[in-house]
């Protein structure tokens, strides 16, 4: 059974640019949530989508967005880069978004703002 | 807003010596999990607790669950230098608009184990 795959695994990217970051669930998976984890803040929840639809967002700026697509595979995009933006980047897939529903995250993108 | 704090932050273990990580959180709640994850890779789920009193062992490692105290621990019972890797508890709560959970993690506790 294929995990959550995140694509891609590494990114360089200039601050002012933008960035877009994708995550395949696991099959049969139809919320995805994204999470954001730095040295400094930790792990920080950015927003979790089910059935193409935005049910929860964390305490981060409007640059930050995302999208579900009808396959459950989800994008999210940064735009207007910053430097405190370099993070690891993980996705997580869950069946639903009962709170006994176990998450399981992908090998995250690596993000660095130069 | 829901805080989750574990201690200690770091712990230097000696093998096959018994450990305790805490993990406290500020509200109700019986949806907690634990993470292990090593350097520059993702989480990886060891445990689920679902309920108060949950208890949950897998290998040398046994967690457990207080919903009264708000408290769960991790266990390392004889620890090897295979566990050396950073834990993280996170907490399952209902989000704002109260349709749907989001994990809010611990601050994860560095374990290494020397020889």
């Known amino acids: 059974k294929a995990g959550v795959t995140q694509t891609p695994r590494y990114l360089i990217k200039t601050r002012g640019q933008q960035v877009t970051l994708s995550c395949s669930p696991i099959s049969g998976h139809r919320s995805v949530s994204w999470y954001q984890q730095t040295p400094g803040q930790g792990l920080q929840f950015l927003f979790e989508?089910?059935?193409?639809?935005?049910?929860n967002k964390g305490n981060f700026p409007g640059r930050f967005s995302g999208r579900q697509f009808s396959n459950s595979r989800s994008e999210m995009n940064v735009s207007t880069l910053e430097l405190g933006d370099s993070a690891l980047y993980l996705c997580?897939?869950?069946?639903?978004?009962?709170?006994?529903?176990?998450?399981?995250f992908g090998q995250g993108t690596r993000l660095t703002v130069v | 807003e829901l805080k989750v704090e574990q201690n200690p932050l770091f712990l230097s273990m000696q093998e096959g010596k018994n450990y305790t990580i805490y993990c406290n959180y500020s509200?109700?709640?019986?949806?907690l999990y634990w993470y292990r994850q090593d350097p520059g890779k993702s989480l990886e789920s060891l445990f689920v607790l679902l309920s108060n009193g949950a208890v949950k062992q897998e290998g040398r490692l046994m967690a457990s669950l207080d919903t009264k105290a708000r408290l769960s621990t991790l266990h390392i019972t004889a620890a090897v230098h295979d566990l050396s890797a950073t834990y993280f508890c996170?907490?399952?709560?209902?989000?704002?608009?109260?349709?749907?959970?989001?994990?809010?993690f611990g601050t994860g506790t560095r374990l290494q184990v020397t020889l």
């Open positions: 997580a897939s869950s069946k639903g978004q009962r709170l006994n529903t176990e998450a399981f």
């Open positions: 989508y089910f059935s193409e639809t935005q049910r």
């Open positions: 996170a907490v399952k709560s209902w989000g704002d608009t109260g349709t749907a959970s989001k994990l809010t």
């Open positions: 509200t109700t709640s019986d949806r």
